[in-house]
């Protein structure tokens, strides 16, 4: 592969990518996107717009054919994946071979893990209501098969992106749901901290019985957000906050309060700086 994005044919009407909000004016810019967004493609990708773009504005006839034979076939992204490199010469072989054996490690997830995936990638760059999208679209679904901590994560994942959307109440009921399934400190975490930051002493009281979350959790988490706002303006607070939410990792509550102590020592040291 050449270090530079080296074209042939381009078009000037490009291909919307909404996935990444981008435009794609070759097969090779095309194919540089999937290469390195892999997990975020399914099948769901190639569909008629990418083919007749594919047709109408690449002239890759042979490549659209195998495509919608694939497609007919319902043969798996990886396959399809594997025509569209196929049709510009910018990935080497070893280099294709190399991304197909990697996504032979999704074929045993299933598809709604996949799409959760896709999700979280969706969510950790920025595209959030893509991100919105495939969540729910994953619970709907998910919710009918009964795999509680699956839809008990894309719960909390959702509730992520509505804090990180500004949408509090939104966020707190999902939270609220994920809880409910799966008793899990992440998800007790995200939920306290968004009833605090909702600044609802009703609501949390009710949380705090509900939920049997002492004081001394409350204290922790309020004391973090009162620094934030001293010390920062009100997008950057609620964004530092947000920051603590996590995307179903494995982080232990120990850990969760060691950063939260890392981050309050860092807002003490900007704030001593600030007034000097």
């Known amino acids: 592969m050449s270090g530079l994005l080296l074209c042939g044919k381009t078009t000037d009407r490009p291909f919307y990518v909404k996935e990444a909000e981008l435009n794609v004016y070759s097969m090779e810019e095309l194919c540089y996107f999937i290469y390195n967004n892999v997990y975020m493609i399914g099948q769901d990708f ?56 990697e996504l032979k490690g999704l074929e045993n997830m299933s598809l709604w893990e996949k799409m959760k995936m896709r999700a979280d990638l969706m969510a950790e760059g920025g595209r959030l209501n893509r991100a919105e999208e495939l969540y729910k679209k994953a619970i709907s679904k998910v919710s009918l098969m009964k795999d509680t ?103 232990e509550l120990s850990e969760f309060y060691k950063n939260s102590d890392d981050i309050i020592d860092m807002w003490k040291k900007e704030y001593r700086e600030q007034i000097r």
């Not at 006839?61 to 594997?82: C, G, H, W, Y």
Request: with cysteine.
């Open 149 to 251: 901590n699956l839809t008990a994560s894309l719960w909390n994942n959702l509730g992520v992106v509505h804090a990180k959307q500004f949408l509090f109440s939104e966020a707190l009921s999902c939270f609220k749901r994920a809880y409910d399934m799966v008793k899990d400190d992440e998800y007790r975490i995200n939920l306290v901290s968004m009833a605090i930051l909702m600044n609802n002493e009703e609501s949390l009281e009710d949380i705090m019985t509900q939920y049997q979350i002492t004081e001394d959790v409350i204290e922790r988490h309020r004391y973090a957000i009162q620094l934030a706002q001293k010390e920062t303006g009100e997008e950057k607070r609620v964004h530092k906050i947000m920051e603590k939410l996590t995307y179903g990792s494995d982080m």
């Open 46 to 101: 190639f569909d008629d717009s990418l083919l007749k773009f594919i047709e109408d504005e690449l002239e890759l006839i042979n490549t659209v054919k195998k495509l919608k034979d694939q497609r007919f076939r319902q043969e798996p992204a990886a396959s399809m994946i594997k025509t569209v490199l196929d049709g510009c010469s910018y990935y080497s072989e070893a280099e294709k071979e190399s991304l197909l054996n």
